[in-house]
């Protein structure tokens, strides 16, 4: 919020911070950020719906800790930076993720905010890229489960379930 000049008084203008889009409980529910009416009548609805119940294996793989014990991120962590070696995908389970770029004057952008449960890094270990193509930090603390390239590629080839899961996400 931020007051202007309106004459002799200021004049209260309030600035709305938008939700992140597409965030999930755990259990297939998605807000979407924004009231059910405007929600609803979202286009890309049903691919919200679909990324957040599409996540049901890569839940339960955690939950039976078949993917480690999950990863604490403190607010504004960089968990890995555009440019780093890829070494794993990660699936988060708790919390928000800011996917950001760096622009030319050292700032950097935020393209994309994650919100729990969803998996990331997944172009990377999938593809043939050796480092990252983006970076990722926590957006006011996080969760995550980091699944190393062998287990990830392992779980990708014996689960079709979570294979399928990955693709559709």
């Given at each position: 919020?931020?007051?202007?000049?309106?004459?002799?008084?200021?004049?209260?203008?309030?600035?709305?911070?938008?939700?992140?889009?597409?965030?999930?409980?755990?259990?297939?529910n998605v807000?979407?950020?924004?009231?059910?009416?405007?929600?609803?009548?979202?286009?890309?609805?049903?691919?919200?719906?679909?990324?957040?119940?599409?996540m049901r294996?890569?839940?339960?793989?955690?939950?039976?800790?078949?993917?480690?014990?999950?990863?604490?991120?403190?607010?504004?962590?960089?968990?890995?930076?555009?440019?780093?070696?890829?070494?794993?995908?990660?699936?988060?389970?708790?919390?928000?993720?800011?996917?950001?770029?760096?622009?030319?004057?050292?700032?950097?952008?935020?393209?994309?905010?994650?919100?729990?449960?969803?998996?990331?890094?997944?172009?990377?270990?999938?593809?043939?890229?050796?480092?990252?193509?983006?970076?990722?930090?926590?957006?006011?603390?996080?969760?995550?489960?980091?699944?190393?390239?062998?287990?990830?590629?392992?779980?990708?080839?014996?689960?079709?379930?979570?294979?399928?899961?990955?693709?559709?996400?």
């Amino acid at each position: 919020n931020f007051s202007k000049s309106g004459g002799n008084r200021p004049v209260h203008v309030p600035v709305p911070v938008p939700a992140p889009i597409g965030h999930a409980d755990g259990y297939g529910n998605v807000d979407g950020g924004l009231p059910p009416p405007l929600f609803e009548k979202l286009p890309g609805r049903r691919r919200l719906l679909s990324s957040a119940v599409g996540m049901r294996t890569w839940t339960r793989l955690a939950a039976a800790s078949n993917l480690g014990a999950p990863i604490a991120l403190p607010d504004r962590e960089v968990l890995f930076d555009s440019g780093d070696a890829v070494h794993a995908a990660f699936l988060l389970v708790d919390g928000y993720v800011e996917i950001f770029h760096h622009v030319e004057d050292g700032r950097s952008m935020v393209v994309r905010v994650l919100g729990a449960p969803c998996l990331f890094g997944v172009a990377e270990t999938c593809g043939v890229e050796t480092h990252y193509l983006e970076g990722v930090r926590a957006l006011g603390g996080a969760s995550v489960h980091r699944i190393e390239l062998q287990r990830f590629h392992e779980l990708l080839r014996t689960d079709p379930a979570a294979a399928l899961e990955c693709l559709a996400g």
